[in-house]
């Protein structure tokens, strides 16, 4: 018996590990570059609803010289404001994307600039970076769940 032993627990962890799904990181990275994609577009395009739609429930915005932004509602508001904003623009460089191992978790990075008129209506650009937080959900879409980002600038002056 205990010589069958170490031959009966290495024929268990190779059924186990044989059966645990196998995650193909290259379609969940190009799965999350789509869905990063559509939410630069929505940016873009200043269409909150379109941005709305592919953030979690629980998505917490981290904006730079502001209070977190908690849940889709607070989120909405945000982006809307900032998409009224005169003279709103971005633009950004191309994107990192790493994807855990399980397949359920990404993390994308980017620099970016922001146009926003200042007091005068003059233009403002900022250089920033911008790190977001993506979470496959049960249907298999993925969602932001976190969303942080700021300037690559001095702290504005009081």
């Given at each position: 018996?205990?010589?069958l032993f170490p031959i009966?627990?290495?024929l268990l962890?190779?059924?186990i590990s044989g059966c645990a799904?196998?995650?193909?990181?290259?379609?969940?990275?190009?799965?999350?570059?789509?869905?990063?994609?559509?939410a630069w577009n929505a940016v873009?395009?200043?269409?909150?609803?379109?941005?709305?739609?592919?953030?979690?429930?629980?998505?917490?915005?981290f904006p730079p010289n502001a209070p977190m932004v908690r849940g889709k509602q607070a989120v909405r508001e945000y982006m809307s404001q900032l998409f009224a904003t005169?003279?709103?623009?971005?633009?950004?460089?191309?994107?990192?994307i790493e994807v855990s191992g399980a397949g359920d978790l990404a993390y994308t990075w980017d620099t970016f600039e922001l146009t926003v008129n200042d007091a005068e209506g003059n233009p403002v650009t900022q250089n920033a970076k911008h790190v977001v937080?993506?979470?496959?959900?049960?249907?298999?879409?993925?969602?932001?769940?976190?969303d942080?980002?700021?300037?690559?600038?001095?702290?504005?002056?009081?």
């Amino acid at each position: 018996m205990k010589k069958l032993f170490p031959i009966v627990a290495t024929l268990l962890v190779l059924a186990i590990s044989g059966c645990a799904p196998q995650v193909d990181i290259d379609a969940e990275r190009a799965a999350v570059r789509t869905a990063l994609g559509e939410a630069w577009n929505a940016v873009i395009a200043k269409d909150v609803d379109k941005f709305i739609a592919l953030c979690a429930d629980e998505d917490i915005m981290f904006p730079p010289n502001a209070p977190m932004v908690r849940g889709k509602q607070a989120v909405r508001e945000y982006m809307s404001q900032l998409f009224a904003t005169p003279g709103y623009s971005m633009s950004r460089q191309p994107p990192q994307i790493e994807v855990s191992g399980a397949g359920d978790l990404a993390y994308t990075w980017d620099t970016f600039e922001l146009t926003v008129n200042d007091a005068e209506g003059n233009p403002v650009t900022q250089n920033a970076k911008h790190v977001v937080v993506w979470k496959k959900e049960p249907q298999g879409t993925w969602k932001i769940v976190a969303d942080i980002w700021n300037s690559d600038g001095p702290p504005a002056s009081e």
